[in-house]
């Protein structure tokens, strides 16, 4: 009885763990993720955006963070990329960057193996590059999912894992003012918030929450006395693969992954 006590509460510890491994944003325990930017630099956040492009999310959050000078990151899914490319562009074009988010933003992708994931990756790598001219370098994994074959793949393909430390909670049907009161108030310095300016055809979000909320976030982080840098600025990996190298160059860094 006691032993039959002491297996249950082992197994539910180790699949706590292997859970916590595969949803949490910030578990590093199938690799290396980046969570957070450099705080050191004086209370600056990055913004970043999921899931897009969307014709309903992308252009009124373009809009706004051109009018308040705010450059962000966003992570594309490569289907809705193929069919709104000229949005890509436009995300590119006014200063900002495009990650890779997945092909099909999968919602069971968390029980694929190895080789589907590097399909995911690398056909949305194409479809960027295609579009851009530029290859990414920077992979977030579709629901925050991570495990084992995705990481495989992933370090196949050379990219970085970004994750985020703070979120909208705008994956589900929400408002502006919830949006602002998961950001304003808890942001700190080094901070990788996330918001959404995509849907995906299986989910019921409200687009326009994020894009109501983003001016007055961007007001209230301000007025807390943070700035916005791009993400590239807080985080060491460089977003887009060199397109430029000399073999030798190559093969190191081939080595080095
Ligand atoms: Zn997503």
Known sequence: MLIEGVA????????????YGILAPRSQFWGPVIVRGDASAPGRV???FDDGP???????ILDALAERGVKAAFFVVGAQ??????????????????????????NFGIFWLTRYWEDQ?????????????????WFRPPMGFKQYHLFQAVRRRGHSVISFSRRAYDGVPTT??????????????????TLHDGMLTSTTRTLHAASLAIRPVIDGLGA??????????LIAPPPYV????????ARSQQGAL
């Open 46 to 48: 990055a913004l970043t």
């Open 224 to 233: 807390r006395g943070l700035a916005f840098a791009r993400l590239d600025e």
């Open 81 to 106: 990329a193929v069919k709104w490319p000229g949005l890509v562009r436009r995300i590119v074009d006014e200063g900002h960057i495009v990650g890779n988010h997945s092909f099909d933003h999968h």
């Open 121 to 137: 990756i690398a056909r949305t790598d194409r479809v960027l590059a295609d579009i851009t001219g530029h290859r990414p370098a």
């Open 176 to 193: 502006p003012e919830r949006v602002i009161g998961h950001i304003v108030p808890r942001a700190r310095a080094g901070d990788i918030i």
């Open 8 to 19: 249950a509460a082992t197994s539910a510890a180790v699949l706590g763990t292997v859970g």
């Open 242 to 249: 060199e397109e430029l190298k000399t073999p030798e160059v």
């Open 54 to 60: 969307h014709p309903e999310g992308t252009p009124a």
